[in-house]
């Protein structure tokens, strides 16, 4: 645990400072990858509205891009935003970050953040942060709804095969970490369950997350979570049950109900808003920003959507039970002691990738019996492939 304190003094000393300047010409520019039609970006907005709101920001004080594409178009972007005045710059998609450190390099006294990025721990500017809620700690809360309904529908006999299913978007640790997040909360209720990842090979692609859901429902998988960005899954999961197929959706960024009304169980979402305002509020009171920020249920930074009318009797209490375990540190997500990779414990994993090879090699993440994920950095970085997760190709 030093390596974990020493590293945390190292961020919480790397700052920086900016000139405090009036509330009134306080300007915050926002890059988004996609628009209100995307429920990842929607949370982003309704995030960055809501910390405004809470700070005393008008909104034209918020300057909005979206659309933007993870190319020199972000840098352009992120440009032109500091040429208009802003003086906390955002960006919301891991694709992004390059870009923003480039723009970083030629605005010194403009704060940049790229949530959901990971390179800001070994950058010598001192104007770049990192920014990822602990979505791994909702992510198994939702595993837990989802057990629930698995083990009414196995006790009922509705159910045989406790095979469960996953849209992912790319094989990234950020997926990867949510995906078994939400795989050990299952277990937790289900121990024998197991389960299979379909990816998309994109953040955003209704067809593509539709197809995959279809593709997993084939392999009789009867619940299906997703770390993807659109109402493709739950509305075609939504369908399947429409035609007599016994299958339930645990979607991602917002509440699903709208799209899946009997199929949709709840969702794992991100709570930006409280990430968002202490980050923009020290930046409007002039004052230094860590280089890594993440925050769980312990600061309200994550949460489940209210849940669905199909959730399995006890399902309220058994989410209680979890959130206020994960509160006091009683339960941990990545506990080694419930899962093994090739049939053995798992006992040291690095965090952090030094040499840009994308193998971890340095910062021990495991201590005192689990995995301290997002405590190195703030972007999730467990990318163990645990036993009883199938990935599948695209084949």
């Known amino acids: 645990m030093k390596k974990f304190l020493s590293l945390f003094l190292v961020l919480a000393v790397l700052l920086m400072a900016f000139a405090a300047v009036s509330a009134?010409?306080?300007?915050?520019?926002?890059?988004l990858v996609h628009d209100e039609n995307s429920g990842y970006?929607?949370?982003?907005?309704?995030?960055?509205?809501?910390?405004?709101?809470?700070?005393g920001l008008s909104a034209d004080q918020i300057i909005f891009k979206y659309n933007i594409p993870e190319s020199e178009e972000c840098t352009d972007a992120a440009v032109d935003l500091a040429e208009q005045g802003c003086k906390l710059i955002i960006s919301d998609s891991y694709g992004h970050q390059a870009y923003m450190m480039e723009a970083a390099r030629e605005y010194p006294d403009v704060h940049f953040i790229a949530s959901t990025g990971d390179t800001a721990w070994?950058?010598?500017?001192?104007?770049?942060?990192?920014?990822?809620?602990?979505?791994?700690?909702?992510r198994y809360v939702s595993g837990v709804v989802a057990g629930m309904k698995l083990k009414e529908l196995m006790d009922a006999g509705t159910v045989t095969d406790p095979h469960i299913?996953?849209?992912g978007a790319y094989p990234y640790a950020e997926v990867v970490s949510g995906y078994t997040g939400f795989f050990l909360g299952i277990r937790s209720i289900v121990p024998e369950a197991y389960m299979d990842v379909q990816y998309t090979n994109s953040w955003y692609d209704p067809n593509a997350e539709a197809a995959?859901?279809?593709?997993?429902?084939?392999?009789?998988?009867?619940?299906?979570?997703?770390?993807?960005?659109?109402?493709?899954?739950?509305?075609?999961?939504?369908?399947?049950?429409?035609?007599?197929t016994t299958v339930y959706s645990v979607g991602y960024n917002i509440d699903m109900r709208a799209v899946a009304p009997t199929a949709a169980l709840t969702s794992a979402q991100n709570c930006w808003v409280e990430l968002y305002t202490p980050m923009i509020e020290l930046a409007l009171k002039g004052e230094a920003l860590p280089k890594d920020y993440s925050v769980g249920y312990a600061h309200d930074g994550v949460q489940i959507s209210e849940l669905g009318e199909s959730c399995a009797e006890g399902t309220a209490e058994a989410v209680e039970a979890a959130i206020a375990a994960i509160k006091d540190g009683t339960l941990h997500v990545f506990d080694t002691s419930t899962f093994t990779?090739?049939?053995?414990?798992v006992?040291?994993?690095?965090?952090?990738?030094?040499?840009?090879?994308?193998?971890?090699?340095?910062?021990?993440?495991?201590?005192?019996?689990?995995?301290?994920?997002?405590?190195?950095?703030?972007?999730?970085?467990?990318s163990i492939r645990i036993d009883g997760i199938t990935e599948l190709t695209n084949e």
Not at 24 to 31: L, P, S
Not at 212 to 238: K, N, Y
Not at 353 to 382: K, L, N, Q, R
């Open 122 to 138: 070994k950058e010598e500017m001192t104007n770049v942060s990192n920014m990822f809620p602990h979505t791994f700690e909702s």
């Open 212 to 244: 995959a859901a279809e593709a997993l429902i084939a392999r009789g998988c009867v619940i299906i979570g997703q770390h993807a960005d659109s109402t493709g899954a739950p509305s075609a999961i939504q369908a399947a049950q429409d035609k007599g």
């Open 341 to 345: 990779m090739g049939g053995e414990p």
């Open 347 to 382: 006992t040291s994993w690095f965090a952090l990738d030094t040499d840009g090879d994308w193998t971890p090699d340095s910062e021990e993440a495991i201590a005192d019996g689990y995995f301290h994920e997002s405590e190195v950095i703030s972007a999730p970085y467990f």
């Open 41 to 55: 970006d929607q949370a982003h907005i309704e995030g960055v509205q809501g910390a405004a709101e809470r700070l």
């Open 24 to 31: 009134d010409d306080f300007k915050v520019g926002v890059i």
């Open 165 to 167: 299913g996953y849209v």
